[in-house]
């Protein structure tokens, strides 16, 4: 009985130091796909920066080509002009308000 419960503590002994071995390959793996992520996040947060540079850049050019008297943008400008007035009316209002 004794030798049956030092085999089973023996046992026991192997399975816990595969598990903490399991653990710590498991942290290696988790510390690596934390810094992935962070790697990741940075390059999509320079990406969509780049992406909202080009779009402000997009919407200046068209309301330059809109000022310069270009027919294929004259319709652009008349919406961001309409969108601009609805603005100012509803800070207006807003102001109102107080």
């Known amino acids: 009985m004794t030798e049956k419960l030092v085999q089973e503590l023996n046992d026991l002994e192997l399975k816990i130091l595969s598990l903490k071995k399991e653990n710590s390959e498991l942290k290696k793996i988790n510390k690596y796909l934390e810094n992935s992520l ?44 309409n969108r601009l007035i609805k603005e100012m009316d509803i800070c207006i209002s807003d102001l109102k308000g107080f």
Do not use: T
């Not at 996040?41 to 068209?62: C, G, S, T």
């Not at 809109?66 to 004259?74: P, V």
């Open 38 to 81: 962070s790697i990741k996040e940075d390059k999509f947060i320079q990406k969509e920066k780049l992406y909202k540079e080009i779009e402000e850049q997009n919407r200046r050019l068209k309301v330059v080509n809109a000022l310069s008297g270009s027919e294929e943008y004259k319709k652009v400008m008349k919406l961001q002009m």
